[in-house]
């Protein structure tokens, strides 16, 4: 039986603290948890892009939005303080590579300084019992070898983006050893359990961020235009945007469930067959949208790029009974049957709901 954390009961009234709700995967989040009954308190700044997933769901008529910067520490205290929440899902960041090389000091304020802040208030929040970070399949030391990466190897990152996720890997886990080790003096509750977690390239419909692939098709879809591929070898591993949520939904549980034996590094991550090249993606993609989309190779100067990226995801099978439901198939699927409801003007709430329902059953 595949566990994917789906547990209504679990959810249903737990008071859930999410950084980033207003971006791709915040947005797919607050739906998700607020389908269950959780109660939620989002802190992001402003959707990162015009249309969003979070505006077109009309997200924040079902969560308590707070828009504001986690590099604000004062603030994102006094939010946390103010939600009582007891768990905390921390996905703001500064998240694409390319604009990692044009603000590398923004980037490293925000994914570095950012999740100071977010355990330092955790630390002050005496209602938290599990914090799920998530940062990325970039942070391993990249050996550009075929083999999947696993939890225990090392941190490094080549670009900004992806160090400066590499130094929340790091953060995270020196938080954990000096403060999330023993109880707080005087109580008698547990210390918050805290991990983090490491998805592969998210794809799903509503994601409309700049320099991203399943994006940039989309646009040229819609605009009848023929998409420009910059790398088209470039092996990665592709996951619908419901999978990895499902690993930190479940994570997530489990933390709060079974304590610190949980509290570590965690990769989610699609099956050996869905680490495909970025060429195979968009002749999909293309196919499946019909109207005679295609692509074509740009072979300008592009910033560095890692050409192999794999995970290892064992851990989370044996310990999680954590698996992935939906192949890359069924994700291009997903995304054109998203697409064409946005382009016949459909309730695109509902159409995520729709999915959701379909993948958790
Ligand atoms: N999309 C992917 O393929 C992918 C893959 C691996 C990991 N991730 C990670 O998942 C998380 C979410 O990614 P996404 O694709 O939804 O990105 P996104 O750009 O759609 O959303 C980013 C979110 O962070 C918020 N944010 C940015 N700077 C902020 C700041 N200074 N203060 C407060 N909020 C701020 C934005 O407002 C938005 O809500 C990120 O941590 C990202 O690194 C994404």
């Not at 950084?19 to 992001?44: D, E, I, P, R």
């Not at 949980?262 to 993609?285: C, H, I, M, T, Y």
């Not at 698996?323 to 016949?344: E, F």
Request: aromatic share 10%; with cysteine; charged share 20%.
């Amino acid at each position: 039986m595949i566990d994917t954390g789906i547990d209504t009961d679990f959810w249903k009234g737990r008071s859930v603290f999410l950084t980033g709700h207003t971006g791709f995967k915040g947005a797919w989040l607050s739906l998700w948890l607020s389908k269950m009954g959780a109660v939620v308190t989002g802190y992001a700044l402003s959707p990162p892009t015009v249309p969003s997933l979070y505006e077109l769901c009309r997200v924040d008529e079902l969560i308590a939005s707070i828009i504001a910067d986690v590099r604000d520490l004062s603030s994102l205290k006094a939010a946390m303080i103010k939600a009582q929440p007891e768990v905390v899902i921390h996905m703001a960041a500064q998240p694409m590579v390319r604009d990692s090389y044009r603000m590398p000091v923004e980037t490293y304020a925000v994914n570095v300084m950012g999740t100071v802040h977010l355990l330092e208030t955790v630390r002050h929040c005496g209602s938290v019992r599990a914090v799920v970070n998530v940062t990325t399949d970039k942070c391993y030391e990249n050996r550009e070898w075929v083999w999947g990466y696993r939890e225990n190897e090392a941190m490094g990152g080549y670009d900004p983006y992806a160090s400066s996720k590499a130094c929340s890997e790091l953060i995270t886990a020196a938080y954990r050893r000096s403060f999330f080790t023993l109880s707080p003096p005087h109580s008698l509750t547990p210390p918050p359990a805290v991990a983090t977690a490491r998805a592969g390239n998210v794809i799903g419909g509503g994601d409309w961020g700049k320099d991203r692939l399943v994006p940039d098709c989309i646009r040229a879809f819609l605009k009848g235009e023929p998409v420009h591929l910059r790398n088209p070898h470039a092996i990665r591993p592709w996951q619908h945007v419901l999978e990895p949520l499902s690993g930190y939904l479940l994570l997530a549980r489990r933390l709060v469930q079974d304590g610190v034996r949980f509290a570590d590094a965690w990769n989610f991550g699609p099956e050996d067959q869905d680490a495909r090249d970025v060429g195979w993606v968009v002749s999909k993609l293309c196919e499946k949208w019909g109207n005679s989309a295609k692509y074509t190779i740009d072979n300008g100067d592009h910033p560095h790029e890692a050409a192999y990226l794999k995970l290892d995801c064992s851990k989370a099978r044996a310990y999680l009974n954590w698996r992935s439901r939906w192949n890359l198939d069924t994700a291009i699927d997903a995304i054109v049957w998203w697409t064409k409801a946005y382009q016949d003007g459909m309730d695109l709430r509902q159409v995520c709901l729709d999915q959701i329902d379909q993948y958790t059953n």
